[in-house]
Each structure stands twice: as C-alpha cells, then as structure tokens.
C-alpha cells in the first residue's frame, strides 16, 4: 500500500521533474539532484524547488517524489 501511494507523488509532479527522475540513478543525495537539474537547464522555479529539499540520501524516485510533494504541497495531514 505504501509503495502505490508513493508512486501517485510521482505522477504529481511537474513533467519536466518526472522526466529529471526517471534519468537519475539512485541512490542520489540533494546536491547531485541540484546539479543534474541545472545540467538539464531545469526552469529555475524548478531549480529553487529543489534547493528546498532536505540534505539527505533519496534511495528511489519515489522518495525524493514523496519529499517534493512536501515542497509543494506541504506534509500530509
């Protein structure tokens, strides 16, 4: 049951970071998805978005999902 609901905060996203998460290779940390982005000439809207994500190890897509989904949503009640 996790695991589906942390798959939804992918399909959540914007394209242009589902699309950043399916080229990434995890395990990843913020920085390494920071500069990814900025390889990828993410939007810089994009870019600050990410800058607010916590400083740690994301071992999957869906868990850096799930954090972004925090981001732009805010924690889950």
Not at 72 to 77: H, K, S, T
């Amino acid at each position: 049951m996790e695991t589906e609901s942390k798959r939804e905060y992918v399909t959540e996203l914007p394209l242009e970071i589902q699309k950043m998460l399916k080229n990434m290779d995890f395990p990843i940390e913020r920085k390494e998805v920071i500069e990814q982005a900025r390889k990828s000439k993410a939007i810089p809207d994009i870019l600050r978005e990410l800058g607010m994500l916590p400083d740690k190890k994301y071992n999957s897509a869906e868990d850096l999902a799930e954090e972004l989904h925090i981001v732009y949503i805010g924690a889950p009640a």
